[in-house]
């Protein structure tokens, strides 16, 4: 279990670095069409777009992989500890009411 958890951990790293770079790459194309629009409004809104766009991506994949983490810890690590649990009770026929009566 500690392998595929690593494994997927390590995938998810990489595959947000991949993201990561492309998201950068494309805000800085955005902000190099919006600079030199040289005032051409057309120009200037698919360079907004682009910078928007790539934020949007950036975000999306932070989201994401918070996502996965919470799945991943979620598995790894549950909150109940299934050892705790008390065996069921049988049935005895002693059993006086919890009311004190």
């Known amino acids: ?4 958890t ?4 390590n995938l998810v790293g990489i595959l947000l670095g991949i993201v990561g770079a492309v998201g ?8 190099y069409l919006y ?4 005032g051409a409004p057309h120009q200037m809104e698919r360079g907004k777009s682009a910078m928007m766009t790539a ?12 996502v996965v983490e919470l799945v991943m810890n979620a598995v790894v690590n549950p ?6 649990v008390p065996p069921p009770e049988t049935g005895g ?3 006086s009411p919890s009311d004190g009566g």
């Open 1 to 4: 279990m500690e392998d595929l």
């Open 6 to 9: 690593q494994t997927i951990s």
């Open 24 to 31: 950068v790459g494309f805000f800085i194309y955005g902000a």
């Open 35 to 38: 600079l030199t629009a040289s």
């Open 55 to 66: 934020l949007a991506g950036i975000v999306l994949a932070l989201v994401a992989y918070g």
């Open 79 to 84: 909150g109940i500890e299934i050892d705790s």
């Open 93 to 95: 026929g002693d059993s």
